[in-house]
């Protein structure tokens, strides 16, 4: 309130010296000062978010409520939101009156008085909560009883209001508002805090949870602040004109034993009645924690059953300083406490994150142990396994906690260092027998064998028939009691199917393992699955559904790495990889030259990179030239050794060759293809494991199109017979289209003209219903060659691949996006139409199916009718051509442009 009405605030409640902290970027036009009405209202605060969407629900879209309740802790904006209703129903047909509740009002008679009658009024009455006097409390609630239907009752207040409102609500013409309404979006966040010192804005919106002076206070803060989120194991520092409004907007009005128990609560992080009746040294109960949130402490329910509460992230961190401060042998006693209740209780990882909390690492280690650490691990990166929390050399007491590090050390990209610490533990426990003596053998021997596999995927060893027979008995185990473990293993067996050739199976396994955590919550597990399932959905030809696996991996991204930037690298890759497949050239440029770097890829993607470097060779051959494509694959090549990803590299030299050929640099393309990585991947009846199916097609594909370049027709066919035909089949759905193009391209030239045509309708039916644009322009001429062909020689084909083929990829270049290509199929009058051969709507929908390649038998059932009526038809529509035969007629009606 400002100081021109602050002395029309009756005595009591002070007003808030943090008035700038409510939220406010909109200034309302300045309104008439003889106002009577107007002037007893508080100042707008600066800047001001007009919550235009609140102020519409409240005024317009329910005229039958005429009593508002909203009750909500400080610095929601309960004030600021019910003087913009008045401001805003000022010129409207009923009075308006505003009062600020306080000690001035807290007798029955002074009440009656100020209340008066409200008949025909807008009444707004702020700082409810401050009446004490029950009596007080008896009048307000049958004044409440008494509006009348041309009347409004607005009530803010921050804790709850006895006003017997459940038959009014129950009516319809009563409404309750809590924080939850009142929270603030992002925008109106961003808005609040546009004047403010540049400030970690993400980490902003994060802490406020929708409250408005703690988005204000933190922004106010600007650069000298930055959020991290809430945790045990650490505080986060709170700005201090924060906890100034925390002591003294807050907390002022609690008693000594009060602010004691807000503090415990606050070391808890989360609380239940039953872990608040157990807590040593006190006599708390669940009324204790009701007394608390009536009072509007910022108490949050967990579930909709209200059992589980915690207190807001900023407030709860202010709490866990004040106590650590004033009583820290306290805060690690209540650690040591919730670490144990939490463990029994069945809550391992907030056991876990309170043992470390305590400072005691032999009982933190014991607890890990005991909760199951290398679980955990999988569950969400607990911090405790990175703290070296076991005492060195006691791996033996603690198997599942040393397992669990080397895991997280190979998820944070430690990968070197976690195979030698899983090598010397092998070494020095003899092969793990050393392990397995403590009690829990079949929990080491999967364990050991998932470390052993996760490490094998990072390191891009092979994963063939005896590893993953052994992950599948892993996997049959933990589908009765292990989602999570499940989960894992599923991710694992996806990068050996795809790798193999099992493209459908890995699909299946990833829609298990997503399955299996639809009630957990494991970020690291759940951001590979979905990471591998959008990966494995482009495989089969399906890019929406791709896209929307990237969308979810990106919610997960930040969770799962932090501020690493790992995460978000994976899905700009495969985002980048997405947008090259469609043409989308510009934007497909742009992520993958951020996400392609060494600084922030992580090892066991294979496949990944090699899909995003090839578009980006790809994509450098089209923009900036062959210095450039060099420049990409020199990079490339770099972070092949430095991360000591032998198939990365030898899939550059066969990018190398792709890259020669294009260019007509043929010497140097033979050299690569003679040279000692491609010949032993291409030699004939040398297949290999199933994990190099894919560099050995890849190799073989790019040697058949330099040998169809220098018209070695025979040899490029005998490269294309070496090709794993189930792999090609089953595989990757790009692979195939190759695949089917040089097929087609070396028969036609081989003049097996049928063979080709066939080849040719394969080819485009499966690029066409996967939207593989790319794939398309990139044999745009061969394709093309081959359709002219089949038009003037009349072969049947579908009307999609007529339309597409004729009307989009004949004048296409090489910048267009699909949906360019899209927009030249919708249909345009040309030429000539049916009307000048006269054939009949009946005998130009036969022609069109004739065209398809439909036979008599086929036609007659489509459109039900008899097979001599059919041929009734046909025979009219040569005659009207003037044709003798089926192709003579096709070829006719295309180029008369009928079908």
Sequence with gaps: MTSENSSKRPAGREPSPNRLLRPVVAQLPVTKAADAALSELPALPVPLVMRQELLTRMLRDQPRVRVWEIVAPAGYGKTALLTQAARHEWRGPRRLRWLTLGPAYDTPDQLVEALGTVQGTDLFLDDVDALRNPECWRVLTDFVGSVSEDSRLF???????????????????????????????????????????AADVSGVLEAAEGWAAGARALA????????????????????????????????????????????????????????VRDLPGSAWNWHDLLELKRKGLFLRPLDDNEEWHRLHGLLATFLRRQLRRMASERERSLHRFAAEWFQTSGYPTE?????????????????????????????????????????????????????????????????????????????????????????????????????????????????????????????????????????????????????????????????????????????????????????????????????????????????????????????????????????????????????????????????????????????????????????VLNEAEIIARQKQLQRLADYIQILRLREATRVGNLPYAVSLLESETISQLTAPGTTGPAWGLRLRNAALIEGARLLLRMNRLREAADYLRRMERRHVQDGDTRLRFSFEVLAMTTAFKLRRHQEAFDTFVRAAELALEAGFTRQLLNHRDSLLEVFEWAMNTGRPMSSRITAFCGSALRHADATESGQTLQRRLIPKRRAQSTSEVDLSAREAEILSLVAEGLSTKEIAYRLGVSVSTVKTHRKKIYQKLGVNRRSQAIALARAKLIV
């Design 155 to 197: 009530l803010a207040a921050r804790s709850e209001c006895d006003l017997k409102l459940g038959r009014l609500e129950l009516a319809g013409i009563a409404a309750r508002w809590s924080e939850r309404e009142l929270r603030m979006s992002q925008e109106e966040l961003l808005a609040l805090c546009a004047d403010c010192p």
């Design 351 to 631: 056991a876990v994150r309170h043992a470390h909390a305590c400072g005691d690492r032999e009982f933190a280690a014991a607890v890990v142990e005991r909760a199951g650490a290398f679980r955990l691990s999988m569950h969400q990166g607990v911090s405790v396994l990175r703290q070296d929390a076991e005492p060195p050399g006691r791996a033996h007491e603690y198997p599942l906690l040393t397992l669990g590090q080397i895991y997280l050390k190979a998820q944070d990209g430690r990968f070197e260092e976690a195979r030698a610490q899983f090598n010397h533990l092998r070494a020095a426990t003899h092969e793990f027998q050393a392990l397995r003596s403590s009690g829990r053998e079949a929990d080491v021997d999967s364990l050991v064998d998932v470390l052993d596999m996760v490490l094998r995927v990072y390191e891009d060893q092979s994963i063939d028939a005896p590893e993953i027979d052994i992950l599948e008995r892993h996997l049959e185990h933990a589908m009765d009691n292990d989602p999570v473990m499940l989960a894992s293993l599923a991710s694992i067996l996806c990068v050996a199917y795809s790798s193999c050739g099992r493209v459908r199976d890995a699909y299946a396994i990833c829609e298990l393992g997503l399955g299996s955590l639809r009630h957990h919550r494991a970020d690291h597990v759940l951001f590979y699955l979905h990471m591998q399932q959008a990966r494995v959905t482009l495989m089969l030809g399906r890019p929406k559904e791709s896209m929307l696996h990237i969308e979810h991996a990106q919610s997960l991204s930040r969770r799962a790495f932090g501020e690493r930037g790992h995460g978000e690298a994976i899905v700009d890759v495969m985002r980048g990889v997405l947008y090259y497949e469609n043409n989308d050239l510009d934007a497909a440029a742009r992520v993958l030259a951020s996400s392609l770097r060494h600084e922030v890829l992580l090892n066991g993607w294979f496949e990944l990179y090699a899909n995003g470097f090839s578009a980006a060779v790809d994509l450098a051959a089209l923009r900036q030239g062959e210095a450039a494509v060099a420049t």
């Design 220 to 275: 106010m803060a600007g650069t000298g602040w930055s959020w991290q989120a809430p945790e045990v194991a650490g505080i986060a520092r709170i700005p201090d004109p924060l906890a100034r409004y925390f002591e003294e907007q807050v907390l002022h009005s609690l008693s000594e034993s009060q602010l004691r128990l807000m503090m415990e609560l606050a070391v808890l992080e989360r609380f239940s009645a039953s872990i």
